[in-house]
């Protein structure tokens, strides 16, 4: 099988360039495998990111025929030749497939996306148990697992487009702390929940839906903030 694979080294390249190579397909072979074939086999300078191997990590996301998904679950078998893997959009190539994700990290951070639960009587040695709305905690739990991987984030053309715009990846966890009765209000996520690059920049494309590889939709989370600042 054919891999194209968008390469670039910042230290000796001007630009991006695609190189081809001829990958000896065995069955259940992942587009992973066939990155760790290229390296092992054909070119050992080729650069890609991964940890888990098992889809739980994230690190592997990138772009497989135009489409964002983690290479550890994309089996060859589901992918039409030529493959083409290039790396996450809207991110700074570090080297090949690899992106410095230090700006999706600097956007989620900025929603303040830690729980605190910081009022005396939820944490309180004399709290009573904190209740949960069960209609509320059902939508929070599917919510809930988002594994930072990226792929919403270079799937999103507002991203691309608007360089303020905090994405679905924070925006997804503004809401799932939101939600929470638990957790008292933050000013500072608020405040990026609703500035320039908060939810009503979002433009509802929902490609960040069909990007994320663990079935949450961002979208959904975006909408509910935006209703809740309406609410308000």
Same mark, same amino acid.
């Given at each position: 099988m054919i891999f194209r694979?968008?390469?670039?080294?910042?230290?000796?390249?001007?630009?991006?360039s695609w190189r081809a190579y001829t990958v000896d397909v065995r069955p259940k072979m992942s587009v992973?495998?066939?990155?760790?074939?290229?390296?092992?086999?054909?070119?050992?300078?080729?650069?890609?990111?991964?940890?888990c191997r098992a889809g739980m990590c994230g690190s592997c996301a990138m772009v497989v025929n135009g489409r964002e998904a983690l290479a550890c679950r994309l089996r060859l078998a589901h992918v039409a030749a030529p493959v083409h893997v290039e790396p996450l959009r809207s991110l700074p190539v570090i080297k090949d497939l690899v992106v410095d994700m230090t700006p999706f990290f600097e956007k989620y951070r900025a929603v303040d996306p830690f729980y605190r639960a910081e009022?005396?009587?939820?944490? %309180?040695p004399a709290a009573a148990p904190a209740v949960v709305r069960p209609e509320s905690r059902e939508l929070v739990d599917l919510q809930l697992g988002c594994i930072s991987?990226?792929?919403c984030y270079s799937a999103c053309p507002v991203v691309a487009l608007n360089p303020e715009f905090l994405g679905p990846a924070a925006l997804n966890r503004a809401y799932v702390l939101s939600a929470d009765e638990r957790e008292p209000?933050?000013?500072?996520? !608020? !405040?990026?929940?609703? %500035?320039? %690059?908060g939810v009503h920049a979002c433009h509802a494309v929902g490609n960040c839906v069909?990007?994320?590889p663990v079935g949450i939709n961002p979208l959904l989370s975006?909408?509910?903030?935006?209703? %809740? !600042?309406?609410?308000?």
């Open positions: 694979v968008k390469r670039f080294d910042p230290t000796c390249d001007r630009r991006p992973l495998d066939g990155l760790f074939w290229i390296l092992e086999h054909a070119d050992s300078t080729l650069s890609f990111r991964y940890s009022d005396p009587a939820v944490t %309180g991987c990226g792929a209000a933050a000013g500072d996520r !608020a !405040a990026a929940i609703l %500035g320039d %690059g069909a990007a994320c975006i909408q509910l903030l935006r209703k %809740g !600042a309406t609410d308000r």
